[in-house]
C-alpha cells in the first residue's frame, strides 16, 4: 500500500497491524475472493518480506478456500501437518508454515474474502481461540469495505443505465408551453428532458446521478443541444435548463455561443449556492450582450434562487410551483406571489408561474400581477408539432 492512504485503506492497514501484533505472526493480510481468483488487497509485515498486494492466485489453490470449504481448520499452528495443505501451492512456501484465516462476510451474507495472519514459522501458542479475535477484526473489516462496495455497485448502476442514452445523444427533450396569462397565447416554451420510464425518477435526479459518476457536465450539454434543434421548429423563443457548474465550463460556453441567443431563454437550475459569482456572471455577460436573456428557477422556494436573482439580475423570475398551486383560495400565496411581482418589476424582470394546473390559480396569478404561465392547464411537455398558439381564454365574471 501507498504511503498516501485513503481513510479506509488506512483502516484496514491498522486492523492487520492489529492482528498481526496479537497474534505474534509476521504477516497479516486481506484478500477478496471472486468465485474464480483471490486477490491480495491489503498486507501488513513485520519485515516486509512475504505477500504484495495486487497479487493472486487461483480460489481452488488456497489455504483459505480450503478453510472455508471445511477441508483445512481455520487455525493451523504448523501447514505441514496437514496432508490436505501439502496438496496446495502455500505449502511449497518456505516462509509460510503457520496460518490463520476466516472469512469476510458483509451484511448481506455475500462473501467479500478473506481475513489472514501467517508467520514464518511454526506457532505452537496459535490456538483455535484465536480465531475469535480474527472473527472480530474480520466484521470490523467487512463494515469498513462495505460502504466502498455499494457506492461502486451504485456507480456500476447509474453507468449502466446512463450509456445508451449518452451514446444515442442525449435525452428526449420536449417542450412545455408558456403563455400569456391574459391573453392565453403562447409567447415561448420551456425544453425539459425525458428518461426511460421505466427508470421512475425525475430528470433533476436524473441529471444529478450523472454528476455524481462525473457524467453531468455531458448529459446536460446533449440536452442543450437537444433543446437548440427544437428552436428550428417552433415560433417564440426556447427556455433551456443548466446548472452553473456546467455553464462555466469552456465546452458549454462554445456551445450557447452557436445558437440563436435573441431566441434563447437560459435556466439556472442549480438549487445549491454558486460558489463563484463573479466567474458566473463573467461567463454570462457575452451571452446577454448577443441577446440571451437569464431566468432563475423555483423562486419562493429557498434562499439560493432568492441569491441567484440578487446577484445575477435575471430577465426572467420564474415562480416555484409551491406558491403557485393552491393560490386561488390562500390569500397568504397571493400576498407572496405579488411582493415577488414588485421585485421582478423593480429589477425589469417578467415573471412566470410554474405548475399552474386549475383555472382558479391562473386567474388568481393574472389578478396578482403574473404575466406568464406554464403548467398542465395549458398542456404537458409535448412534441413541437402538437405545440399550439393558442390556449383558450379564462371566463371572467
Known sequence: MS??????????????????????????????MDGTTQHLEAVDSATGEGFRPGMSQPQENSFCQAIMDGRLPPVMAD??????????????????????????????????????????DTDPALAPRDRALMDVL?????????PGLREHARQADITARLRPVLDGGGPVVLLQPIVDLSTRRRVGAEALSRFPQEWGMPPDRV?????????????????????????????????????PATLMTPECAQLLHGFPLDRVV????????????????????????????????????GFSSLRHIVVTSPDVIKLDRSIVAGIGADPVLSVVTQSLVELARAMGAAVVAEGIETEADAVALAAAGVGLGQGWLFGRATTPEELREEYGVAVRS
Not at 498481526?20 to 484478500?31: E, I, K, P, Y
Open 3 to 32: 504511503e498516501q492512504r485513503t481513510e479506509t485503506a488506512q483502516q484496514l492497514a491498522d486492523l492487520l497491524r492489529t492482528a498481526r501484533q496479537s497474534l505474534g505472526l509476521g504477516f497479516a493480510f486481506l484478500t477478496r
Open 79 to 120: 501447514v505441514t501437518t496437514y496432508p490436505e495443505a501439502l496438496k496446495l501451492p502455500g505449502a511449497q512456501i518456505p516462509w509460510l508454515r503457520s496460518f490463520v484465516s476466516v472469512p469476510v462476510v458483509l451484511s448481506d451474507g455475500t462473501v467479500y474474502g478473506t481475513f489472514c495472519a501467517a508467520g514464518f
Open 266 to 301: 437560459l435556466e439556472l437550475s442549480e438549487h445549491e449556492a454558486v460558489d463563484d459569482y463573479d466567474a458566473l456572471k463573467a461567463v454570462l455577460a457575452p451571452l446577454r450582450a448577443r441577446g440571451m436573456r437569464l431566468a432563475v428557477d423555483d423562486v419562493g422556494a
Open 207 to 243: 441529471f444529478a446521478e450523472a454528476h455524481s459518476i462525473g457524467e453531468g457536465h455531458h448529459l446536460e450539454l446533449l440536452a442543450l443541444r437537444q433543446a437548440a434543434n427544437h428552436l428550428y421548429q417552433v415560433s417564440h423563443y426556447v427556455t433551456m435548463n443548466v446548472s
Open 138 to 146: 474480520s466484521h470490523a473489516a467487512s463494515m469498513i469495505i462495505e
